[in-house]
């Protein structure tokens, strides 16, 4: 079945790189894309960024000039790289699976990897 | 960016009862394909978001018919009838039309 998971390191420190992972299975990432989504504690969520099934990306404009995603299809995993973090980068990190057409939505969530960021 | 704002933030219903959450867009979602991508997330406590509607009105695999969305240009509504104790959570909407695709603020739904 379909599934992704998030992993990386639980504390970062601030003007530091975030780099995680998400390793999906049940699907192959050349016939679907992979999205990033944050949520800080206790607040509401926010689109990062997309790596299409092509390999293109496409970045919130907000997170563009600090935010890279890239991957390796041959081990379905995504990478996410952040860098110049703050703490208002503390965030619960999900990786969620894009639908493509017709419909256009997230279907399938990864459980979320929480990260702090400590100046 | 397109701002979702989505009333009442919190809902206090009876089991049993009907819940009515609003979600309204700064501009229209009528993509140029004339499709609106406007859908609807549930977080319960501690889980990751999962997909209730689609596209306004479609409901995912396996989500009841007691879920059903509506509306179409800047006004969307979802409505929850019959909640039962799994309803429980924050309802989020999400425009994928425009990018950055964003979410609304949330809509909490709590027993009375």
């Known amino acids: 079945q379909v599934q992704l998971k998030e992993s990386g390191p639980v504390l970062v420190q601030a003007s530091e790189t975030l780099s995680l992972t998400c390793t999906v299975s049940g699907f192959s990432l050349t016939n679907y894309g992979v999205i990033w989504v944050r949520q800080p504690p206790g607040k509401g969520l926010e689109w990062m960024g997309i790596i299409w099934r092509n390999g293109n990306t496409d970045y919130n404009s907000a997170l563009k000039s600090r935010l890279s995603i890239n991957r390796d299809t041959s081990k379905s995993q995504v990478f996410l790289k952040m860098n110049s973090l703050q703490t208002d980068d503390t965030a619960i990190y999900y990786c969620?699976?894009?639908?493509?057409?017709?419909?256009?939505?997230?279907?399938?969530w990864g459980p979320g990897t929480m990260v702090t960021v400590s100046s | 960016d397109v701002v979702l704002t989505q009333t009442p933030v919190s809902l206090l219903i009876s089991l049993g009862g009907q819940a009515s959450i609003s979600c309204r867009s700064s501009?229209?979602?009528?993509?140029?394909?004339?499709?609106?991508?406007l859908h609807w997330y549930l977080q319960k406590p501690g889980q990751s978001p999962q997909l209730l509607i689609y596209?306004?009105?479609n409901r995912f695999s396996g989500i009841p018919d007691r879920f059903s969305g509506s509306g179409s240009g800047t006004d969307f509504t979802l409505k929850i009838s019959r909640v039962e104790p799994e309803d429980l959570g924050v309802y989020y909407c999400?425009?994928?039309?425009?990018?950055?695709?964003?979410f609304g603020g949330g809509t909490k739904l709590e027993l009375k």
């Open positions: 501009q229209s979602l009528v993509h140029s394909n004339g499709n609106t991508y």
């Open positions: 999400l425009q994928r039309t425009h990018n950055p695709w964003t």
């Open positions: 969620t699976r894009d639908r493509g057409p017709p419909g256009w939505y997230f279907d399938f």
């Open positions: 596209q306004v009105s």
